[in-house]
């Protein structure tokens, strides 16, 4: 007895579903939602996949690429990526705040160096704060090769992360050694120096490097 289903008609099928067709797909690029809505723009997949490896140095290297306080932001940063996690369709969102604190703490304790620093481009850059923008300013301007010297009119670095989130939140310790990292790459803090005159301080740190 031979087949009594007849051979689909291709040729008869609705428009775009046949054999020829006139559209094609288009293939969007998108960040992970985790990357999107992180403020500090962190590779977050990328560095979560080395840390899962047991590449633990190398996962916090990858973080230092875009933010230089990962012992301070896994603890005070509201995590927005966590909300967005696709993990959370399958059973719960990723702990990222608390693997990236773990990352942040083992370079502290392991005293590890950022890597990938620019020979020295011989250009002088005068920053006007030591809070959280001013120390990540000079931070990547020193990765570049650049001198930055900070003009801070407190007697302490770290800005809103020293004076505005309480001790139990952000201890003082891993904030102020993540601060000395920083200046440990040639950033020169000059304290207890209000600044009035831009222009006239800019020129006094061009003369007082001759």
């Excluded at 723009?41 to 990328?46: D, M, T």
């Excluded at 931070?139 to 992360?161: C, R």
């Excluded at 993540?178 to 200046?183: A, D, L, N, P, S």
Aim: net charge negative; proline share 7%.
């Amino acid at each position: 007895m031979g087949d009594i289903t007849s051979p689909p008609d291709l040729k008869g099928h609705a428009e775009g579903t046949g054999p020829i067709r006139k559209r094609q797909p288009v293939y969007t690029d998108y960040l992970p939602p985790c990357n999107s809505t992180c403020p500090a723009g962190e590779n977050i997949q990328g560095w979560l996949a080395l840390a899962q490896a047991g590449e633990f140095e190398k996962a916090w290297q990858l973080i230092m690429q875009d933010n230089p306080f990962p012992a301070v932001s896994g603890r005070v940063c509201y995590h927005t990526c966590e909300d967005k996690c696709n993990r959370v369709q399958v059973d719960s969102t990723v702990s990222i705040h608390a693997v990236e604190r773990f990352l942040g703490d083992e370079a502290l304790k392991n005293d590890w160096q950022v890597g990938n620093i620019m020979p020295s481009s011989g250009k002088r850059v005068l920053i006007i704060g030591a809070g959280p923008s001013g120390l990540s300013a000079a931070y990547h301007l020193a990765k570049m090769g650049h001198y930055a010297e900070i003009h801070e009119a407190g007697p302490i670095a770290g800005g809103m992360m020293h004076f505005g989130i309480p001790a139990y939140r952000l201890p003082r310790h891993e904030l102020d050694l993540e601060v000395q990292r920083i200046q440990q790459m040639g950033v020169s803090i000059v304290f207890d120096h209000k600044v009035t005159d831009v222009l006239a301080e800019k020129a006094r740190l061009l003369l007082s490097r001759f």
